[in-house]
């Protein structure tokens, strides 16, 4: 089943217009039995006695033996149908017999020393007389046809009618329903500038109205805490930078060297915080350049980690991308870093290699170490989340690295994929859109 009619099959106009279908049903159902009931129980309790007295009439005129001849003016003048068994044969007025073996008969009685029968058919009343060997029938039209036919397409087409305009109305009724759910979407995306217009008075219009100030709230809430945390930032780097200078002092090699180390980790903290902050805002542009990627990985990997990680089999020329070079550079290097800090000594390097797919070209690092759990998996790349609680100096980072790479994957309309095996290593794939340029 496709997302479209499964999305139709729970939207709330259908289940109300399903709602109407089955009330109408229900109904046209329910009054049409009523009325059914009713007419045949007043037609029981109140025109029949009248019915059989006017027949009983007719067969006085016409006699016991029957006249014919005075039954066939009978049947003119009266619209009635009149049928004898006799002696004589059977005659009827309208020239064919009627089939008294499949009438319903409803009530017997006798009157005036004749038996009488009460029938009916789906389209006519009859009255039934027996005098010894003679039966007289008389049948009457029925003030109504019961069931089928052109009469009942009527109701149902009046009622398909009244469905059609009352489906309309609730999709229009409910059409901002549709409006809020994609403002809804474009929000959780991440574009917090996103309003939602619904020009309506009622629940709806008020829901909108809700959202767009909730929306207004995260806002300034969102942008007061990353103005304060770029503010704490950089006023951090100038102690900083004075404690730096202070250490260098220091006679004490093994002290200095000691907090010089804790020193490099608040600033890659600091550098890692601000670089996410300014990623998260929108207003802040990548400086894309058309970069070769299979160069760039080169280019990192024998500037600051040769010797320690492998590069496989890199086109060359490698994808020319239009990328931020410094923020792809970032992301590698990180990559890196988490790799070589969890691979033990003897186990073999990790490696760099490029996969082109369809639409995107991934930026590969794999390593042959002590892998990540299953429970861990989906939270590496939070903020601040660490696999083992205890930050002990020899596992160092802040748990930041993997979730600015992400950052800077989605950036340029990428993604982070990671997957792993416990004691046998990790592998995390950057994704990149393919979008190659010309080469200058």
Known sequence: MSLWSRHKRHALAGKLVLLFI??????????GLSISHGFHEHFRETLQPHLVRYLEYVQQDIGMPPDRERARVLAEQLNLEIQIVD??????????????ATLHIQRRFQQNGIDYELADDRSRHYLIGHKGDVKLVFSLRRSREEGGGWRAVYPLSILLLLLAVLFHLTRRLFKPIDII?????????????HRINV???????????????????????????????????????????RAKVAVDLLEDDKRRVQIQEDLNEIDTLIGELLEIERLATRHQALHKTPCDLGALIADVVNGAYRGKVNIDDLPHPGPVLDVDMARVKLLLRNLLENSLRFTP???????????????????????????????????????????????QRETGGYGLGLYLCRMIAEAHQGRLEITSTPGQGTTIKAYFLKRETSRM
């Open 22 to 31: 089955i009330s109408g049903v229900i109904i046209v159902s329910v009054v």
């Open 87 to 100: 002696a004589q044969g059977v005659w009827s007025s309208r020239g064919t017999q009627v089939d008294l």
């Open 181 to 193: 759910d994609a403002g809804v979407k474009r929000f959780a995306t991440g574009d917090l500038g």
């Open 199 to 241: 020009c309506r008075r009622d629940e709806l219009g008020g829901l909108a109205a809700s959202f767009n100030a909730m929306a207004d709230d995260i806002q300034r809430m969102l942008d007061a805490k990353r103005q304060l945390l770029l503010a704490v930032s950089h006023e951090l780097r100038t102690p900083l930078t």
């Open 345 to 391: 000594e003897r186990a073999p390097a990790p490696t760099v290699h490029l996969e082109s797919f369809d639409g995107y070209v991934a930026l590969v690092v794999q390593d042959f170490g002590v892998g990540i759990a299953s429970e861990h998996l989906a939270h590496v790349m939070e903020p601040f989340y660490r696999a083992d609680a205890a930050r």
